[in-house]
């Protein structure tokens, strides 16, 4: 794989540029913040925060921000085989949940390929690139398996995947990060994910606790305060209600098989 740009533009005055993708070249536009006309192809889309652009080679690309508008975007010029594999046959306009791992790996990328060519490590380079295809195939498989899930419901579920293991995390996060009431946010999510915030979170942090059970010497103390717990009491409560039994019965047998 290969990048051939990769950067991040902001707008807030008249701006229009065109381009047409050349040889096996993808371009990847991620909508993050604002709003403005694309045209791909004569077809012409709207598009808002979350909406991912697939320009396939040879296809032409026309970007209009009018006076007044403000957008910005992520923006990603690459080709490569694994490429192609992924992303051949996605549709041009796709809404994914905004996180802070695409946007993490995306940026890191561009802020390598900024560097003076001796520089720039090539090997990071194709680990950051390759991560970055997986990310969004991941963000896109999710949409189109969650497709009557609303949007703003699979935001919920990507803040809590990023924070549930913080001990300071609440509700009320969720509710802000997602510019509405708490009561509605309860409300939504349990009725299209069939459990609740705190549930949801608790089965993450369970997650994550049995991982670093089978991939390090961490005392469960320590793990019941490293993934959000708190202590190793209510640690122990939630454990065995997921699992049906204790942690360290868990432990005991994982190093038994």
């Not at 299209?192 to 991939?215: D, F, L, P």
């Not at 490293?226 to 939630?238: K, P």
């Amino acid at each position: 794989m290969r990048v051939n740009f990769c950067g991040y533009s902001y707008h807030n005055q008249l701006f229009h540029t065109m381009h047409k993708s050349r040889y096996a070249a993808y371009l990847f536009r991620l909508q993050i913040e604002g709003k403005a006309k694309i045209k791909v192809n004569n077809e012409t889309h709207h598009v808002e925060k979350g909406d991912l652009l697939i320009v396939k080679p040879g296809e032409a690309y026309e970007l209009h921000v009018t006076g007044g508008q403000q957008s910005g975007d992520y923006s990603l010029y690459c080709e490569g085989e694994e490429v192609d594999q992924l992303f051949r046959d996605r549709p041009v306009l796709s809404k994914i949940a905004i996180d802070h791992t695409v946007l993490n790996l995306w940026q890191s990328l561009f802020i390598e390929e900024r560097r003076p060519e001796k520089e720039k490590n090539n090997k990071l380079t194709h680990y950051l690139l390759s991560a970055l295809c997986v990310a969004l195939e991941r963000s896109l498989d999710k949409k189109s398996t969650d497709i009557n899930r609303p949007y703003i419901v699979t935001k919920m579920m990507r803040y809590i995947e990023e924070n549930a293991t913080n001990q300071d995390f609440m509700i009320k996060d969720i509710a802000n990060y997602c510019d509405m009431s708490v009561s509605r946010c309860v409300h939504l999510f349990k009725e299209y994910i069939g459990q609740t915030m705190v549930e949801y979170a608790q089965s993450i942090r369970i997650s994550t606790a049995i991982n670093q059970m089978k991939y390090t010497t961490m005392t469960l103390e320590n793990i019941a305060q490293n993934c959000g717990f708190g202590s190793y009491s209510y640690f122990h409560r939630v454990f065995k209600k997921f699992q049906l039994v204790s942690p360290r019965e868990y432990r005991e047998k994982m190093f038994e098989s």
